[in-house]
């Protein structure tokens, strides 16, 4: 079956370690996302990516950051730099980026993150 | 400047009762996609509707529907005849094209709890 899968679903971070969220998807789409989500605050944009070995920030990159070496992989790493990592994370990816573009993103089952 | 209010932080319902999710936004594009999600407990998104700026029509779908009005920047989503599987949170979310981005703006969503 076609889809996102993200890994592992529970995380725990030590004081001053980088952890990193796995995020892989055979939906075969170029663009990929992270968002942030917080109870009451809705989702929050962290990175994106249009293409392969391109990635830009978000709403809220500060603490975070990604690689996009294929197309399908999304890989999110959570600095010690960021001190607030407590979140449920979700990944997206969608098929078409330009201008116009309207096609839903579609999600993974979530990482929950938090701290020791 | 875009956003996405939706006003009713949680909503409970007795099963088979109708319920309406309130969804206002703010954008200053004349072409942008409404798009509404469901998340379960469970955490994934589910994709369940989207609308472009231009086409007004109401839609329905099963005991869904969605009455998107411009004139008063609003994309309500009505469940009819309630079930206890409906009980999720519902985001509203906004792409717009701000720059050469097209970023998907989300509100803070609506946890709907239906009771038996």
């Known amino acids: 079956d076609g889809g996102i899968t993200q890994s592992p679903k529970y995380l725990f971070r030590k004081e001053g370690q980088n952890v990193t969220l796995s995020c892989e998807q055979n939906l075969n789409h170029d663009a990929m996302y992270w968002y942030r989500q917080d109870p009451g605050q809705g989702l929050r944009l962290i990175y994106y990516s249009q293409i392969v070995n391109d990635f830009q920030k978000g709403d809220i990159a500060e603490g975070y950051s990604v690689s996009r070496e294929k197309k399908e992989s999304f890989p999110l790493t959570v600095t010690s730099a960021q001190k607030n990592p407590t979140a449920f994370y979700l990944c997206?990816?969608?098929?078409?980026?330009?201008?116009?573009?309207?096609?839903?993103?579609?999600f993974g089952d979530g990482t929950r993150l938090s701290i020791l | 400047a875009q956003k996405v209010t939706q006003a009713q932080t949680e909503i409970s319902v007795v099963e088979k009762e109708d319920v309406t999710l309130d969804c206002v936004y703010e954008?200053?594009?004349?072409?942008?996609?409404l798009f509404w999600y469901k998340q379960p407990p469970s955490g994934e998104l589910v994709f369940l509707i989207r609308?472009?700026?231009?086409?007004?029509q109401n839609e329905i779908s099963g005991r869904y529907s969605w009455n998107f009005q411009k004139s008063t920047s609003s994309f309500n989503f009505t469940i009819t005849a309630s079930q206890v599987v409906d009980s999720a949170v519902y985001f509203c979310a906004l792409r717009w094209s701000g720059g050469s981005n097209y970023k998907l703006t989300f509100g803070k969503g609506t946890l709907l709890t239906v009771n038996p």
């Open positions: 609308r472009n700026s231009f086409d007004e």
């Open positions: 954008t200053r594009d004349t072409t942008y996609y």
């Open positions: 997206a990816s969608s098929d078409q980026w330009g201008q116009l573009s309207n096609q839903p993103q579609h």
